[in-house]
Antibody, heavy 118, light 106 residues
Framework: QVQLQESGPGLVKPSETLSLTCTVS????????WSWIRQPPGKGLEWIGY???????NYNPSLKSRVTISLDTSKNQFSLQLTSVTAADTAVYYC????????????WGRGTLVTVSS | SYEVTQSFSVSVALGQTARITCGGK??????VHWYQQKPGQAPVLVIY???NRPSGIPERISGSNSGNTATLTISRAQAGDEADYYC?????????FGGGTKLTVL
């Protein structure tokens, strides 16, 4: 069974870059779509984007200008970078998997809270 | 962009049936997935592609999708069903979640 674990700084200053990593265990990263999803405190879920194992990416249009998702197959990890953050980017960030032909998120990490504050 | 709407909250008496809806233009033509999220936990997939249950999800949780509304039905509601529920679709290669419905079991 695939397990996911997010890691990264819990506090980021405004205007700086948020960087998170998701480590995959129990399965190969050389398959599936690998996604990031976030949830502001007390609010709903927002899909950020995904990377396919081939390296192709797809981002939410509302965040596209600030988001980069990358893959490191040698470490079984994928990463999120979100630039020019503001307080509105404060959220729990989840990594999740989606099968090649499934379109749903079947495995999720526990999530990590990132606060944007000076 | 495609919009998906959910009621903010639904209440159900213990042992009764709860229905949580997800509205969107011609949503019946899309695959709808449902997630359950309890406080402090990550979402869990409970229904995929409108009507299918992942292993470990009880049969009393079911889904349907037609026209402009998808519905998650929870029969014989239990205290453990109290959670937030989110529907999710894809539109033009963009993932879209509904705003979530808080289910309260009375």
């Amino acid at each position: 069974q695939v397990q996911l674990q997010e890691s990264g700084p819990g506090l980021v200053k405004p205007s700086e870059t948020l960087s998170l990593t998701c480590t995959v265990s129990g399965g190969s990263i050389s398959s599936y779509y690998w996604s990031w999803i976030r949830q502001p405190p007390g609010k709903g879920l927002e899909w950020i984007g995904y990377i396919y194992y081939s390296g192709s990416t797809n981002y939410n249009p509302s965040l596209k200008s600030r988001v980069t998702i990358s893959l490191d197959t040698s470490k079984n990890q994928f990463s999120l970078q979100l630039t020019s953050v503001t307080a509105a980017d404060t959220a729990v960030y989840y990594c999740a998997t989606m099968g090649v032909s499934t379109s749903y998120f079947d495995y999720w990490g526990r999530g990590t809270l990132v606060t944007v504050s000076s | 962009s495609y919009e998906v709407t959910q009621s903010f909250s639904v209440s159900v008496a213990l042992g009764q049936t709860a229905r949580i809806t997800c509205g969107g233009k011609n949503i019946g033509r899309k695959n709808v997935h449902w997630y359950q999220q309890k406080p402090g936990q990550a979402p869990v997939l409970v229904i995929y592609r409108d009507i299918n249950r992942p292993s470990g999800i009880p049969e009393r949780i079911s889904g349907s999708n037609s026209g402009n509304t998808a519905t998650l039905t929870i029969s014989r509601a239990q205290a453990g069903d109290e959670a937030d529920y989110y529907c999710q679709v894809w539109d033009s290669s963009t993932g879209v979640f509904g705003g979530g419905t808080k289910l309260t079991v009375l």
